[in-house]
């Protein structure tokens, strides 16, 4: 089983404006994964690797992050990564989150597009609040690193 130390979003700086709208607290403890509802793979070459989906639950959803579209991914699949999406039942979505990240301004800020997916396939916060959510906090993030820059 795979180690998971947190299972709140998170930003490469650590800031997390989104998880008081979901939970409390964070969430501190270590856990292991047996079941997920909700499984995202933010590198598609993992899907070689790694066996992604294992903790997939049956019905469950499959977020991939990849240059090709829905039209032209599934063929790129490992054979192994179809059978589990079919078996489960996933239901699955794509996006090329390196593309949507550059022509909004972000750079390689892939995660921000991702946690803006998850909130609005999940249902977690209704998909506007998610949004703006994840705006503020990438303005305050990019605030933070231009004053840093400056000093």
């Given at each position: 089983?795979?180690?998971?130390?947190?299972?709140?979003?998170?930003?490469?700086?650590?800031?997390?404006?989104?998880?008081?709208?979901?939970?409390?607290?964070?969430?501190?403890?270590?856990?292991?994964?047996?079941?997920?509802?909700?499984?995202?793979?933010?590198?598609?070459?993992?899907?070689e690797r790694l066996d992604v989906l294992r903790v997939a639950a049956e019905g469950g959803t499959f977020?991939?992050?990849?240059?090709?579209?829905?039209?032209?991914?599934?063929?790129?699949?490992?054979?192994?990564?179809?059978?589990?999406?079919?078996?489960?039942?996933?239901?699955?979505?794509?996006?090329?989150?390196?593309?949507?990240?550059?022509?909004?301004g972000l750079g390689a800020r892939i995660n921000t597009v991702l946690q803006t997916c998850f909130f609005?396939?999940?249902?977690?916060?209704?998909?506007?609040?998610?949004?703006?959510?994840?705006?503020?906090?990438?303005?305050?993030?990019?605030?933070?690193?231009?004053?840093?820059?400056?000093?």
């Amino acid at each position: 089983m795979r180690r998971v130390t947190s299972s709140t979003i998170r930003t490469s700086r650590g800031a997390n404006d989104l998880a008081p709208a979901v939970r409390k607290q964070p969430i501190r403890a270590p856990y292991l994964i047996e079941s997920a509802e909700f499984v995202a793979c933010h590198q598609a070459n993992f899907l070689e690797r790694l066996d992604v989906l294992r903790v997939a639950a049956e019905g469950g959803t499959f977020l991939l992050n990849t240059p090709y579209g829905p039209e032209a991914i599934w063929d790129r699949l490992p054979r192994s990564v179809q059978l589990q999406i079919l078996e489960k039942r996933l239901r699955m979505f794509v996006i090329d989150a390196s593309k949507v990240a550059r022509d909004s301004g972000l750079g390689a800020r892939i995660n921000t597009v991702l946690q803006t997916c998850f909130f609005a396939i999940s249902g977690v916060l209704p998909r506007d609040e998610a949004i703006r959510r994840i705006k503020n906090q990438s303005r305050r993030a990019t605030a933070t690193r231009e004053a840093t820059s400056c000093a």
